[in-house]
């Protein structure tokens, strides 16, 4: 569920996979696996919520991705 809310939130900001991965310090082939449901770090989560303008912590609260998700709806 919250690898969708971050899919969604890349494409609203009209941002390829290596666009975030090289603004999230991260490998573009890790990007996509975190899209496809890989937890991430919390160090590369906090990155990836500064790059996509999220809270950090939907990668591991799934209460957070719904109440995430109702807000970008």
């Not at 666009?19 to 573009?28: D, T």
């Not at 160090?43 to 970008?72: G, P």
Request: glycine share 2%.
């Amino acid at each position: 569920m919250w690898h969708k809310i971050v899919q969604k939130r890349r494409k609203s900001l009209q941002m390829s996979h290596e666009q975030v991965a090289n603004l999230s310090g991260i490998e573009r082939s890790y990007y996509t696996k975190i899209e496809n449901g890989l937890r991430p770090s919390v160090k590369v989560a906090q990155s990836l919520s500064n790059v996509l303008d999220i809270d950090w912590t939907i990668f591991f609260d799934e209460n957070c991705a719904k109440n995430a998700q109702k807000e970008l709806a």
